[in-house]
């Protein structure tokens, strides 16, 4: 939460602080004059994504197919006692993730943020494969959403268009953005979730009025589909199944932590982050759940039929009480939702890949900046492995491909929960041996409860492991055990694991001791003009405070 001003500290001599300056943030040393570093060689990203612009992308980060769509999915599989828990329990996750992040991040807001702090605190080979899990498991979504991409464009063109072409389409559009300033994608990215919070509270309600009979061919929902058939499907591989495609719909929410480092106030973009993301994930997520459970049957063949907007819950509801219009809408804004998270699935692993080569885990010239701020080798390379898996649907079949796409992604975004997790608790280690009173200076902020985030996100974590573990060993499909199936879901595992033990083994890197990790670099005061805009906003009755959660402007 929020926390009130401890009264200002001082600063010692070697204390460092950011100071901006012409809109880029550099580090210099308090009484020893500027330092020169390794930002400021490669250059620095701007600070030009305002706290109304983060507010308004956390509010729709990370809401789409996922939601819209893959609901219907895990309510097949595991029936809405499953679908229910498993994507509670993800939402958990969120918030102690959330938790664990933001209280590092505020202190230290830099970019591809807690790569560094797995280096600083922990072991630079944890930060090697936290980096490609992040890298690998953002661009893999951004493969998969080119996938619904086709699919939702041939809901109207019937595969009149060839798939190549709407994947070119759907490229172009993406990487174009990149060509432009910063800020023009914090304001595309504004745009696409107004878009998504529009169509959740459209959704929401047309959903109830569906419950209570309305449409021409429509009847009063009773709860049946609760009593009349299993409310636990499949035992614990349904639970399993659910909670998957809940991490995968839902995602990791370092995208807020990322964008902290190019805020143009971290600690009021990511406190409120903290404490918005969480009610927003549990209502948007948990309320579809439920709504789903009632407005369709868990046996209901249509919701196994495809990956499209036919498939979606939400839809079926609506044909079968025979309202009009509606399947367009939700397809025309899950366009357009796709197309934010596209972006976003660019973004965050280029900035990913920039902060690894500033800490020396790739060549240096990965971390090179343009004059406009962004980090043209990372956002290349980024985009050509963005290419090369979009294009890889073409050969290998659509479905089977996002499959695996998604496999990867589940995996990298709980072993990165796990990671985080753990490098809080060397954090505080490194706070507490060192005597530090980083948590305690103005306005600071710190986890609460702790240390109860970070052992809920290594439980959560632990069992998100077991779930992908026992779906690889005994799949849903029937069959029994193969190799194809085993490797299908644990190839993101593996992936990761090989990427940090090659690297511990090959540069022999140190774990690092708390006594003298490093809690000096990057640490950033905040500035004066920060201080009075907190101080105003604390000066607020807690109802207008209260208000700024949902505020759109």
């Known amino acids: 939460m929020d926390t009130k001003p401890k009264g200002p500290e001082g600063l010692g001599v070697g204390d460092s602080i950011y100071e901006k300056q012409s809109n880029v943030d550099r580090v210099v040393s308090v009484g020893e004059g500027q330092v020169e570093t390794d930002v400021e060689k490669s250059g620095s990203l701007h600070r030009t994504l ?189 639970f399993a199944n659910a909670a998957l495609l809940a991490i995968w719909a839902i995602g990791d929410q370092v995208f807020i932590g990322v964008m902290g480092g190019e805020a143009e106030s971290p600690r009021y973009s990511m406190a409120h982050s903290a404490n ?36 979606s819950p939400f839809v079926i509801a609506v044909q079968d009480a025979g309202i009009k219009g509606v399947p367009d809408l939700i397809n025309i804004c899950m366009i357009i939702g796709i197309l934010a998270i596209a972006l976003e699935c660019i973004f965050l692993p280029s900035r990913i890949l920039r902060t690894m080569a500033l800490q020396k885990l790739l060549p240096a010239f990965i971390a090179k900046v343009d004059e406009r701020g962004r980090p043209r080798w990372a956002l290349t390379i980024t985009a050509l492995l963005a290419v090369l898996l979009t294009y890889m649907s073409l050969s290998a079949g659509g479905l089977e491909v996002l499959n695996w796409l998604i496999s990867i992604t589940s995996a990298s975004f709980f072993t990165n929960w796990a ?73 993101g595992l593996f992936l990761i694991l090989f990427a940090t033990v090659a690297y511990k083994i090959i540069f022999r890197t140190p774990w690092r001791d708390p006594a003298t990790a490093d809690l000096v670099t990057g640490h950033r005061e905040l500035t004066t003009e920060e201080v009075r805009q907190l101080d105003a906003y604390y000066e607020r009755p807690f109802w207008r405070r209260l208000g700024t959660y949902i505020r759109l402007w």
């Open 50 to 238: 305002t706290p109304r612009l983060i507010h308004v992308i956390s509010l729709g980060s990370n809401v789409g197919s996922g939601l819209f769509i893959a609901t219907g999915k895990a309510l097949a599989d595991g029936g809405p006692g499953s679908m229910f828990f498993g994507y509670l329990v993800v939402c958990i996750g969120v918030w102690a993730n959330l938790q664990n992040l933001t209280e590092m991040t505020i202190a230290f807001p830099t970019s591809g943020n807690y790569i560094d702090y797995a280096d600083r605190w922990v072991d630079p080979a944890l930060a090697f494969g936290a980096g490609v899990a992040e890298w690998l498991g953002w661009t893999s979504v951004f493969a998969s959403e080119a996938t619904f991409f086709v699919i939702l464009v041939n809901f109207w063109a019937g595969g009149a268009v060839p798939d190549a072409a709407l994947l070119s389409i759907f490229l172009v559009i993406c990487l174009a953005v990149f060509f432009m300033p910063n800020k023009f994608f914090g304001w595309l990215e504004y745009f696409g979730s107004l878009v998504k919070v529009f169509l959740f509270i459209f959704i929401t309600l047309i959903s109830l009025a569906i419950i209570g009979g309305a449409g021409p061919k429509g009847y009063v929902r009773d709860g049946s589909t609760w009593s009349d058939l299993p409310v636990f499907k499949n035992g614990f591989g349904g």
């Open 276 to 311: 918005l993301i969480p009610w927003r994930v549990a209502v948007f997520y948990l309320v579809s759940t439920v709504l789903v459970s009632i407005i369709v049957p868990s046996n209901d063949p249509r919701l196994l039929g495809g990956s499209g907007v036919a498939a």
């Open 419 to 491: 990671i985080i997790g753990f490098t809080s608790f060397r954090f505080r280690a490194a706070v507490k041996a060192q005597g530090s009173a980083i948590l305690h200076h103005q306005y600071g902020w710190k986890s609460s409860f702790w240390p109860l985030a970070p052992v809920l996100v290594l439980v959560i974590s632990t069992l998100l492991l077991i779930c992908i573990l026992y779906s690889s060993i005994k799949p849903l499909t029937g069959g029994g055990f193969t190799v194809y199936n085993f490797f299908s879901y644990t190839i």
